[in-house]
């Protein structure tokens, strides 16, 4: 299972918005709406926020929104702020002839100009 | 609050085996499936394996599979990672993972584990 692309980086000064694009293929994001999105600070572990294409898990700020057509799922954070400066990483479900799979992307660093 | 903690890393040279363990807490850890995933120094996130919440299904990622065992101690909420052959690749942050109720994504995070495969 080849790992999901993703732009290496992607930056906006705060107050923008920047939106982060996660390419897979029919057998992983274009099949399942469980693309999940990560959210990852320098030696932290991983923070999920965004699962199942869209939802927001409680205590994630609502500047956080995720959407999906095909094989392409898209994370955006709107009104940047210095504290959205990290790396994002999405994810999906891909079964592979009814054995479980799961695939990550190569993950997008964020910068807040 | 739900609480993972890895531990068991360290050095290991090509070849050899490694445990990793990972201590559940805060949630009813019978109830929920589990993943390892890991990361290499400076690069992204690599699924590893997941066991099913009663230890029946355990699948594993294409790098990993016939040199990784995972396993659960439901009665201690322990999970469990037993690693041979290991290759200087394999060297990475180890991170156990709580599934969602529904199954399909990693919920919760462990602070992780560092792993290195060096002679």
Known sequence: QSALTQPPSASG??????TISCTGTSSDVGSYNYVSWYQQYPGKAPKLIIYEVSERPSGV???FSGSKSG????LTV???QAEDE???YCSSYASNNNI????FGTGTKVTVL | QVQLVESGGGVVQPGRSLRLSCAASGFTFSRYAVHWVRQAPGKGLEWVAIISFDGTDKYYGDSVKGRFAISRDNSKSMLFLQMNS???EDTAVYYCARDSSSG???QYWGQGTLVTVSS
Not at chain 1, 13 to 18: E, I
Not at chain 1, 71 to 74: L, P
């Open chain 2, 104 to 106: 399909y994504w990693p």
């Open chain 1, 13 to 18: 000064s705060p107050g923008q918005s920047v």
């Open chain 1, 100 to 103: 479980y799979n799961y695939v």
């Open chain 1, 78 to 80: 709107s009104g940047l």
């Open chain 1, 86 to 88: 990290a790396d994002y």
């Open chain 1, 71 to 74: 094989n392409t799922a898209s």
């Open chain 1, 61 to 63: 700020p609502d500047r």
């Open chain 2, 86 to 88: 290991l290759r200087p």
